[in-house]
């Protein structure tokens, strides 16, 4: 949610010279004991009330600056506004040798210090806010690095106030206006410095029109009137097109920056892409490869095949065409001791044959594929047949002096 600072009307009330502070705001920062701070920091319900209390603390107690705490509405952008604890008071600075009080408000948030806070230059009514000061923005706004880069809990309040000091030392971001007014002391008359020179919060001195004649002293004014010279509009003016020119060149850069940035991860993705389609293509090429192998060695057992049915075929048609050779060997096959062991075995075998032929005649009967009459001729046949091969092997065992079954 952007935010919108509104200046009240009131003015810091601090000595001219810069070695010493208010002695109305050290009355004050006197008066503010950890009670006031607690029922400050409970009215403006902040979320993390011990760490807020730290960080008031240590901005209080810090030696480069002079600091009241108090509870003032924030006016945002969308016109609704909030009681905040606003730490409102100075920050020192060196600059040239000689020590300067900056003005500043710096404001908590209910997220504090999860979130960071918000700091103003806030200055007097006789001063003007530098527009050459790259950590001050025209309206006020601090914008140091601390600020941007804010981060719990590495940052605090004291390395925040360490920082102004040391920015507003570079590069003072208020100065004084006016002429023809008297130095408020006579006697500690400076060197004018230009127009960026950091003014001394004096407060005797009267605000100047903006365009009117003036010169910026470090504090107190000369003895007579001066004029600005020519070129210091021209010099100023400059400077705030160059500074304008300097941020829309970073925006550039850091908008150019980000591009390159999203082109390259796009670039490394393409790249781990393109890793991986050669990657897969190699895994199909490997599996091509055992696959052809694999077809090459089916196409081998086929052919086998294909030999051991051919040669199969050839046996049995050898086989079909020798059969008094076959059976001269099966006749060979058995050798018996007597004719009348060759006869048995003989009558043996052919009455097994004969029971084979009896089931398969049965089962031919039973399936319907001969007719009865034939299948009664032929079991009668045959069983005359197998009655007289059973004669003749039992009086074959009774002539060899076997057993009888």
């Keep these: 949610m952007s935010v919108r600072y509104q200046p009240d009307s009131s003015s810091l009330l601090i000595n001219s010279h810069s070695s010493r502070l208010s002695t109305t705001?050290?009355?004050?920062?006197?008066?503010?004991?950890?009670?006031?701070?607690?029922?400050?920091?409970?009215?403006?319900?902040?979320?993390?009330?011990?760490?807020?209390?730290?960080?008031?603390?240590?901005?209080?107690?810090?030696?480069?600056?002079?600091?009241?705490?108090?509870?003032?509405?924030?006016?945002?952008?969308?016109g609704t506004s909030k009681d905040l604890l606003c730490l409102s008071g100075t920050v020192a600075c060196q600059y040239r040798g000689n020590r300067y009080n900056i003005p500043i408000e710096i404001w908590f948030q209910q997220d504090h210090p999860h979130v960071a806070?918000?700091?103003?230059?806030?200055?007097?009514?006789?001063?003007?806010?530098?527009?050459?000061?790259?950590?001050?923005?025209?309206?006020?706004?601090?914008?140091?690095?601390?600020?941007?880069?804010?981060?719990?809990?590495?940052?605090?309040?004291?390395?925040?106030l360490n920082a102004m000091s040391e920015a507003f030392s570079r590069s003072p971001p208020v100065y004084s206006g006016g002429a023809n007014r008297p130095h408020s002391n006579p006697t500690s008359m400076a060197t004018p410095y230009p127009s960026t020179t950091p003014y001394p919060l004096s407060t005797t001195s009267m605000p100047t029109p903006m365009g009117s004649t003036s010169t910026s002293y470090p504090y107190g004014y000369p003895s007579q009137a001066t004029t600005i010279p020519p070129n210091v509009y021209r010099d100023s003016l400059q400077t705030a097109v160059l500074d304008k020119i300097r941020d829309r060149l970073n925006d550039l850069t850091q908008f150019g920056k980000g591009q390159i940035d999203s082109l390259r991860k796009t670039e490394q993705d393409l790249n781990d892409g393109q890793f991986k389609i050669q990657s897969f293509i190699q895994n199909i090429q490997q599996q091509q490869t055992q696959a052809q192998n694999y077809l090459s060695n089916l196409q081998m057992k086929i052919g086998q095949?294909?030999?051991?049915?051919?040669?199969?075929?050839?046996?049995?048609?050898?086989?079909?065409?020798?059969?008094?050779?076959?059976?001269?060997?099966?006749?060979?096959?058995?050798?018996?001791?007597?004719?009348?062991?060759?006869?048995?075995?003989?009558?043996?075998?052919?009455?097994?044959?004969?029971?084979?032929?009896?089931?398969?005649?049965?089962?031919?009967?039973?399936?319907?594929?001969?007719?009865?009459?034939?299948?009664?001729?032929?079991?009668?046949?045959?069983?005359?047949?197998?009655?007289?091969?059973?004669?003749?092997?039992?009086?074959?065992?009774?002539?060899?002096?076997?057993?009888?079954?």
Excluded at 132 to 158: E, F, N, Y
């Design 25 to 78: 705001t050290s009355t004050s920062m006197a008066k503010q004991n950890q009670t006031e701070i607690d029922q400050m920091i409970q009215r403006a319900q902040s979320t993390n009330r011990d760490l807020v209390r730290r960080d008031i603390l240590q901005a209080l107690q810090n030696p480069l600056s002079s600091l009241l705490l108090k509870v003032v509405p924030y006016y945002y952008n969308d």
């Design 305 to 405: 095949l294909n030999e051991a049915t051919q040669k199969m075929s050839l046996s049995s048609t050898s086989s079909s065409s020798s059969t008094s050779k076959d059976q001269s060997i099966r006749d060979d096959a058995i050798v018996t001791l007597a004719p009348v062991y060759k006869q048995l075995l003989q009558c043996y075998a052919e009455e097994h044959a004969i029971q084979d032929l009896l089931f398969y005649l049965s089962d031919g009967l039973r399936r319907e594929s001969i007719g009865l009459e034939i299948y009664l001729k032929h079991v009668r046949d045959l069983s005359r047949r197998q009655y007289f091969l059973r004669a003749t092997m039992q009086k074959c065992r009774q002539i060899a002096g076997l057993t009888s079954r």
């Design 117 to 160: 806070p918000l700091a103003y230059v806030k200055p007097t009514v006789d001063m003007y806010v530098s527009t050459s000061s790259q950590d001050v923005q025209p309206d006020g706004t601090i914008v140091l690095s601390q600020l941007k880069k804010w981060r719990h809990p590495s940052s605090d309040m004291a390395s925040l």
